[in-house]
């Protein structure tokens, strides 16, 4: 809290403690008056009597002695004369004392015997009191019994002397100042001569003093630094004041003690108990801090000037927002000062006049209740609102609220909220959203539409009842409508959640309703027309039974057909063999050698046909999803010479060199065995038909972690970049005989591997299948060193070992478990090298 701020407070307490101090005053006040207005009326009934009584009085309470050089008479008040005569210890107490009381007046102390030598020498008046005991006797020190006043006055050459006897005891303790100051409930005392002289009930309860007397005795006094402050008064005869804490029945209260100098060294002191006023102003301390604090943390800018207009609070976000120096704002500018430093830096608005702008805004201070908002629109562009209200200390009260990106945020949420109504008006669908209250807040023009609404029918903020009602022509069920409105204005999670359903209307027409919840708890429904939709599903559903029913027909008809073609062509096949022994069996008849040739075109186009046949059988039985695979662990190079041994006439006729690279003989892989033999046939025999007359052709294999890929090249013709992405189509790469599925099925075998096939090719540099199989850890590792093999009739120099197998011993089992005939196996081991 700045020095500012603390003096405001501070000022802000005094005003507090003033008030209530006259708030007591003015107790104290009422309850003097009405006492002075019961002591009048008993003067008023008793004035007359007293005034009849008034020289008899005097001749009992005073005595007035004459002095006219050295002659001492007395006047009258022969009675009291006695009396003083005898305080002063006089033995002759008659008409002759009067100049012995004088003597004996001037030798009560210096300051009486100065007085009266003035009085009778020089005619100065004079009074001073004299403390006796009554049965006589002066004292000094602690006075009891009467008190003696003496008063001189002269009148030409003679002193005149009046003695009054007061007692002391009666004049503080029994009069009526004494009833009234016993009455008030704040602590009230005398001193004379920093002696406790009277005290009032309420400073006897204060000390714990059962009376005066013991106070005296026990030398009680509230604390030490309040008798000081007392005898101090007493001493320098100046009132004084102050603040102490006092304890007070075992209770701390605050008290604002007052010292009043009397005459003749009285001193009257009042203690004033503050304590509500000084919690009142430390809880208004706390108060202004803890509402400071709060205000220093807000993010708008507060600003607070004083009755003075100078400003005496500024939060953080005041100096933020202005840019200004913290030890400019320090020594407490004014407001039109304030307005003139952020003019220069061109931080107010644009004014045509600003010394006009600035005295009205400086007009502000005479509001007696909060001016309305304002906005203002700064030269860099930013917005603020601006809040002027009266402080209740006094003073205005700024509050400056930066809205610049809140006005942002507003002009694009209105043009998202555009921009969303333009979308959905394009919709085909009829959209609405209804409010949590169950009130229409938007819709567009196909919600309009659909139900054959106009603008006159919805009006703003229409209710979903009403809204309902409108729509009831077209689907009369009530129960639908109140079940939708359940959804809209039912606050349940579950109520609230996502439906969908399906209503008819009356003209025909099949409508589908759905309900999405909104995260502001608004409700979008939306329907839509889906009759021709539902035509074209049941059309399709059709369609799709058709086309089943048509796929299951064409299953069963290659089925048959291929049955059909098997049949006679195992007959042909079966009389080609028997005419093919009977012609080996005739070798010398030269017509039973061009019937050799005959037969061998026979068997070939059989095969191709056969062949054919079981491709096309094994595309029907993919399409169909009916072909599973039978995996096992196999070795692959015996896989591979099996296919090459079925290919070994075609190697020998072209003079095709066989390269193979990769895993070991001995290495096993995971994979249906017939399936990929059936891979490889189709491959190599691509491979075949488009190498180069004594090209190439080589098999790689390898492992990629867990992946087996073998890829199948060839040198020659190779595939037009154009038809190499539809090269695994059907039907694609047919160029003479057969379907022209080879490449479509191999395809189709290698994704029930759960595999994939890649091919690389240049169109005069051969091509190259790659065939990537899956899960084959552990399995297989690589030779270091590739097997070339020459064409297949020709010897090999790596292998010594065995000799091909002839055709008249047993069939070996690798041969009969691949289809191979023994010579046909032999051959294949002899390309791969197979020991």
Same mark, same amino acid.
């Given at each position: 809290?700045?020095?500012?701020?603390?003096?405001?407070?501070?000022?802000?307490? /005094?005003?507090?403690?003033?008030?209530?101090?006259?708030?007591?005053?003015?107790?104290?006040?009422?309850?003097?008056?009405?006492?002075?207005?019961?002591?009048? +009326?008993?003067?008023?009934?008793?004035?007359?009597?007293?005034?009849?009584?008034?020289?008899?009085?005097?001749?009992?309470? !005073?005595?007035?002695?004459?002095?006219?050089?050295?002659?001492?008479?007395?006047?009258?008040?022969?009675?009291?004369?006695?009396?003083?005569?005898?305080?002063?210890?006089?033995?002759?107490?008659?008409?002759?004392?009067?100049?012995?009381?004088?003597?004996?007046?001037?030798?009560?102390?210096?300051?009486?015997?100065?007085?009266?030598?003035?009085?009778?020498?020089?005619?100065?008046?004079?009074?001073?009191?004299?403390?006796?005991?009554?049965?006589?006797?002066?004292?000094?020190?602690?006075?009891?019994?009467?008190?003696?006043?003496?008063?001189?006055?002269?009148?030409?050459?003679?002193?005149?002397?009046?003695?009054?006897?007061?007692?002391?005891?009666?004049?503080?303790? &029994?009069?009526?100042?004494?009833?009234?100051?016993?009455?008030?409930?704040?602590?009230?005392?005398?001193?004379?001569?920093?002696?406790?002289?009277?005290?009032?009930?309420?400073?006897?309860?204060?000390?714990?003093?059962?009376?005066?007397?013991?106070?005296?005795?026990?030398?009680?006094?509230?604390?030490?630094?309040?008798?000081?402050?007392? +005898?101090?008064?007493?001493?320098?005869?100046?009132?004084?004041? *102050?603040?102490?804490?006092?304890?007070?029945?075992?209770?701390?209260?605050?008290?604002?003690?007052?010292?009043?100098?009397?005459?003749?060294?009285?001193?009257?002191?009042?203690?004033?108990?503050?304590?509500?006023? !000084?919690?009142?102003?430390?809880?208004?301390?706390?108060?202004?801090?803890?509402?400071?604090?709060?205000?220093?943390?807000?993010?708008?800018?507060?600003?607070?000037?004083?009755?003075?207009?100078?400003?005496?609070?500024?939060?953080?976000?005041?100096?933020?927002?202005?840019?200004?120096?913290?030890?400019?704002?320090?020594?407490?500018?004014?407001?039109?000062?304030?307005?003139?430093?952020?003019?220069?830096?061109?931080?107010?608005?644009?004014?045509?006049?600003?010394?006009?702008?600035?005295?009205?805004?400086?007009?502000?201070?005479?509001?007696?209740?909060?001016?309305?908002?304002?906005?203002?629109?700064?030269?860099?562009?930013? &917005?603020?609102?601006?809040?002027?209200?009266?402080?209740?200390?006094?003073?205005?009260?700024?509050?400056?609220?930066?809205?610049? *990106?809140?006005?942002?945020?507003?002009?694009?949420?209105?043009? $998202?909220?555009?921009?969303?109504?333009?979308?959905?008006?394009?919709?085909?669908?009829?959209?609405?959203?209804?409010?949590?209250?169950?009130?229409?807040?938007?819709?567009?023009?196909?919600?309009?539409?659909?139900? &054959?609404?106009?603008?006159?029918?919805?009006?703003?903020?229409?209710?979903?009842?009403?809204?309902?009602?409108?729509?009831?022509? $077209?689907?009369?069920?009530?129960?639908?409508?109140?079940?939708?409105?359940?959804?809209?204005?039912?606050?349940?999670?579950?109520?609230?959640?996502?439906?969908?359903?399906?209503?008819?209307?009356?003209?025909?027409?099949?409508?589908?309703?759905?309900?999405?919840?909104?995260?502001?708890?608004?409700?979008?429904?939306?329907?839509?027309?889906?009759?021709?939709?539902?035509?074209?599903?049941?059309?399709?559903?059709?369609?799709?039974?058709?086309?089943?029913?048509?796929?299951?027909?064409?299953?069963?008809?290659?089925?048959?057909?291929?049955? !059909? $073609?098997?049949?006679?062509?195992?007959?042909?096949?079966?009389? /080609?063999?028997?005419?093919?022994?009977?012609?080996?069996? /005739?070798?010398?008849?030269?017509?039973?050698?061009?019937?050799?040739?005959?037969?061998?075109?026979?068997? %070939?186009?059989?095969?191709?046909?056969?062949?054919?046949?079981?491709?096309?059988?094994? #595309?029907?039985?993919?399409?169909?999803?009916?072909? &599973? #695979?039978?995996?096992?662990?196999?070795?692959? %190079?015996?896989?591979?010479?099996?296919?090459?041994?079925?290919?070994?006439?075609?190697?020998?006729?072209?003079?095709?060199?066989?390269?193979?690279?990769?895993?070991?003989?001995?290495?096993?892989?995971? /994979?249906?065995?017939?399936?990929?033999?059936?891979?490889?046939?189709?491959?190599?025999?691509?491979?075949?038909?488009?190498?180069?007359?004594?090209?190439?052709?080589?098999?790689?294999?390898?492992?990629?972690?867990?992946?087996?890929?073998?890829?199948?090249?060839?040198?020659?013709?190779?595939?037009?970049?154009?038809?190499?992405?539809?090269?695994?189509?059907?039907?694609?790469?047919?160029?003479?005989?057969?379907?022209?599925?080879?490449?479509?099925?191999?395809?189709?075998?290698?994704?029930?591997?759960?595999?994939?096939?890649?091919?690389?090719?240049?169109?005069?540099?051969?091509?190259?299948?790659?065939?990537? $199989?899956?899960?084959?850890?552990?399995?297989?590792?690589?030779?270091?060193?590739?097997?070339?093999?020459?064409?297949?009739?020709?010897?090999?120099?790596?292998?010594?070992?065995?000799?091909?197998?002839?055709?008249?011993?047993?069939?070996?089992?690798?041969?009969?478990?691949?289809?191979?005939?023994?010579?046909?196996?032999?051959?294949?081991?002899?390309?791969?090298?197979?020991?």
């Amino acid at each position: 809290m700045t020095v500012a701020t603390l003096a405001f407070a501070a000022a802000a307490g /005094a005003t507090a403690l003033a008030f209530s101090t006259t708030i007591l005053a003015w107790r104290m006040r009422a309850r003097l008056s009405r006492l002075s207005d019961g002591f009048r +009326n008993r003067l008023d009934v008793q004035h007359t009597v007293l005034g009849e009584l008034d020289a008899a009085t005097s001749a009992f309470d !005073e005595a007035f002695l004459a002095i006219e050089g050295d002659t001492v008479r007395l006047v009258w008040g022969e009675d009291t004369l006695k009396t003083v005569a005898e305080a002063l210890r006089i033995a002759a107490a008659d008409t002759g004392s009067a100049p012995l009381v004088i003597e004996a007046l001037a030798a009560t102390s210096k300051e009486a015997a100065d007085a009266l030598k003035a009085l009778i020498a020089e005619g100065k008046s004079c009074r001073f009191e004299v403390f006796a005991e009554a049965s006589g006797g002066l004292v000094s020190a602690q006075p009891k019994g009467i008190t003696l006043v003496v008063e001189g006055r002269s009148s030409g050459a003679t002193a005149w002397v009046r003695l009054a006897i007061a007692s002391a005891k009666t004049s503080l303790s &029994s009069g009526p100042f004494a009833q009234m100051a016993n009455r008030l409930p704040t602590p009230c005392w005398v001193v004379r001569d920093a002696q406790l002289v009277w005290a009032n009930d309420a400073w006897l309860k204060a000390v714990e003093a059962q009376n005066l007397e013991q106070a005296k005795t026990d030398h009680l006094g509230l604390d030490r630094s309040t008798d000081a402050l007392v +005898n101090e008064a007493g001493e320098q005869n100046i009132r004084r004041e *102050g603040f102490r804490w006092l304890t007070i029945e075992g209770q701390r209260r605050a008290f604002q003690v007052i010292a009043e100098p009397l005459a003749d060294g009285y001193v009257c002191a009042y203690a004033i108990d503050v304590t509500e006023a !000084e919690e009142s102003r430390e809880a208004l301390k706390r108060h202004a801090k803890a509402h400071d604090e709060t205000l220093d943390r807000l993010e708008d800018a507060v600003a607070i000037f004083g009755p003075e207009k100078r400003l005496t609070f500024h939060n953080s976000a005041f100096e933020s927002l202005w840019d200004l120096e913290p030890a400019w704002l320090a020594e407490r500018p004014t407001h039109g000062e304030l307005l003139e430093r952020l003019r220069q830096k061109r931080k107010l608005p644009e004014t045509s006049d600003f010394v006009q702008w600035k005295a009205q805004e400086l007009e502000f201070y005479g509001l007696t209740e909060a001016a309305p908002d304002e906005m203002w629109s700064l030269p860099n562009g930013r &917005s603020l609102r601006v809040v002027r209200q009266p402080h209740p200390l006094g003073g205005l009260l700024l509050l400056f609220s930066d809205k610049t *990106g809140e006005l942002k945020l507003k002009a694009q949420f209105n043009s $998202l909220i555009q921009v969303q109504r333009a979308t959905l008006d394009q919709l085909n669908d009829a959209v609405s959203v209804f409010g949590s209250d169950g009130r229409l807040r938007l819709r567009n023009a196909a919600f309009d539409k659909f139900w &054959s609404l106009s603008n006159e029918d919805m009006v703003a903020n229409i209710d979903f009842a009403q809204m309902a009602e409108l729509c009831i022509p $077209l689907v009369h069920d009530r129960g639908f409508w109140s079940e939708l409105k359940a959804r809209v204005t039912d606050t349940d999670p579950v109520a609230r959640a996502p439906q969908t359903g399906e209503v008819k209307t009356s003209d025909g027409r099949l409508a589908q309703w759905r309900t999405q919840p909104l995260p502001d708890g608004a409700t979008l429904v939306a329907f839509s027309d889906i009759t021709t939709r539902r035509a074209l599903e049941q059309a399709i559903e059709q369609r799709d039974l058709a086309l089943t029913e048509s796929v299951r027909l064409k299953r069963d008809f290659v089925a048959n057909v291929s049955y !059909e $073609l098997r049949t006679p062509l195992t007959t042909i096949v079966g009389y /080609a063999d028997l005419l093919q022994r009977q012609a080996n069996a /005739a070798e010398a008849d030269p017509a039973e050698t061009r019937n050799r040739t005959y037969l061998n075109a026979i068997q %070939s186009a059989a095969s191709v046909l056969a062949r054919s046949i079981d491709d096309v059988l094994d #595309m029907a039985q993919i399409d169909a999803g009916e072909m &599973s #695979m039978s995996l096992s662990e196999f070795n692959l %190079s015996r896989t591979v010479a099996a296919a090459l041994g079925r290919q070994a006439d075609t190697l020998s006729a072209k003079g095709i060199r066989f390269d193979y690279t990769g895993l070991d003989i001995t290495a096993l892989v995971r /994979a249906d065995q017939a399936r990929l033999g059936q891979v490889l046939d189709h491959l190599l025999d691509y491979a075949l038909r488009n190498a180069a007359q004594e090209g190439q052709v080589a098999i790689r294999s390898r492992k990629d972690g867990d992946t087996l890929t073998l890829e199948i090249g060839y040198t020659g013709r190779g595939i037009p970049y154009h038809t190499q992405a539809h090269i695994f189509d059907r039907f694609v790469g047919r160029e003479r005989g057969g379907p022209g599925l080879g490449l479509a099925l191999v395809k189709a075998l290698v994704e029930l591997h759960e595999g994939w096939i890649t091919l690389e090719s240049e169109p005069q540099s051969g091509a190259t299948f790659a065939i990537h $199989l899956p899960r084959q850890s552990g399995v297989g590792h690589e030779v270091p060193e590739p097997v070339r093999t020459p064409v297949a009739d020709q010897p090999v120099a790596e292998v010594a070992e065995p000799e091909p197998e002839s055709a008249g011993e047993d069939l070996p089992p690798e041969a009969r478990a691949l289809g191979l005939t023994a010579e046909t196996f032999a051959q294949a081991k002899k390309i791969l090298g197979m020991a």
